[in-house]
């Protein structure tokens, strides 16, 4: 059964850190492009960063560029997002998605993604 399960989400201060992680199981991993989606409140799912099936390709919303990262490990089936210095804005659901594609690109498109998690909550404050 094709699963991606999101973990890490918590609430942390602005400036903190935090590491979300995608774990993924039922598939080939390493066939499919990644990415992680923000639901905010009150506003439409938004592609956060993107990551190529061999990590040779990451793209970011230009307001995460420089505080998060996205890899993946495809010994261990699983997609990270390093969230450094995060601001009260980027609060809500974070998404892990997958996207078959063997060639080294990567979307931050909702449509082009195939299969995706349940969600992991993130809330920014002080």
């Known amino acids: 059964q094709l699963q991606l399960v999101e973990s890490g989400g918590a609430l942390v201060q602005p400036g903190g850190s935090l590491r979300l992680s995608c774990a993924a199981s039922g598939f080939n991993f390493h066939y499919y492009g990644l990415g992680w989606f923000r639901q905010a409140p009150g506003k439409e799912l938004e592609g956060i960063a993107c990551?190529?099936?061999?990590?040779?390709?990451?793209n970011y919303l230009d307001s995460v560029k420089g505080r998060f990262t996205i890899s993946r490990d495809n010994d261990k089936n699983t997609v990270y997002l390093q969230m450094n210095n995060p601001r009260p804005e980027v609060t809500g659901i974070y998404y892990c998605a997958a996207r078959f594609k063997v060639s080294g690109t990567c979307s931050r498109e909702n449509a082009a993604h195939d299969y995706w998690g349940q969600g992991t909550q993130v809330t920014v404050s002080s």
């Open positions: 990551i190529s099936s061999h990590s040779s390709t990451t």
